[in-house]
């Protein structure tokens, strides 16, 4: 199976196409400025492709010319959109309501959405994404969503709730959500493999560095 993999910004789309029976990444690029000009990026697996300025008005037509150049490029990857057997997509905020994945339906974008004032930047620009691919695909491939907060709801209260008056959380949402859950789950674990431990013995401390950072105390893998 191969999987492509979306990553949608408020003005850019992050994408990789991998092979999943070896876990390599087929294509990989990026397209930045959407809206305001464009730059997009294409790379294969033999490290051919290039970086140019393109004008991409909006997500769906960013998504569309990414299909094309694997499909139909001059460094295409695969055949036809039908070797393309899911997708996946980064979602940063999913709130209290998403603990794990989520398969892609209408109520699930519209949950999405309704979420946004959590992160007006990313949920907006998230559910864009979904939308694009969706258009560009069709139905009938799976579509699933990966939420940044899923690993964090493993957190007790103690560890979510601010020392803030309640009506604050029952009125506003106002809690710990945790930031870059998926990079911290997949580092806690890599970790435990590395020491040849069970991550449910271990007390871990992860570093998330990036433009973003965050900082998460993992016990016993939660």
Known sequence: MKILVVNAGSSSLKYQLIDMEN????????????GSGGVMSYKNSAGEGFK?????????QAFDMVV????????????????????????????????ESALVTDEIIN?????????PLHN????????????????????????DTSFHQTMPPKAYMFSVP?????????????????SHRFVSGVCAD???????????????LGNGCSIAAVDGGK
């Open 23 to 34: 876990e390599s990444v087929i294509a990989k690029g990026n397209c930045e400025r959407i």
């Open 68 to 99: 094309n150049e694997m499909v139909n490029g001059e460094y295409k990857v695969i055949d036809s959109l039908a070797e393309i057997g899911a997708v996946g997509h980064r979602a940063v905020q999913g709130g209290a309501k998403f603990t």
């Open 194 to 208: 590395l020491m040849g431990k069970d991550i449910k013995d271990l007390k871990i401390i992860t570093c998330h």
């Open 124 to 147: 907006p620009a998230n559910v864009t994404g979904i939308r694009a691919c969706i258009e560009a695909l069709g139905e009938d491939i799976p579509q699933v969503v990966v939420f």
């Open 52 to 60: 140019k300025e393109v004008e991409m008005k909006d997500h769906k």
């Open 166 to 182: 309640y009506k604050y959380y029952e009125k506003y949402n106002v809690r710990r959500y945790g930031f870059h859950g998926t």
């Open 111 to 119: 949950t999405i959405e309704e979420l946004a004032e959590l992160a």
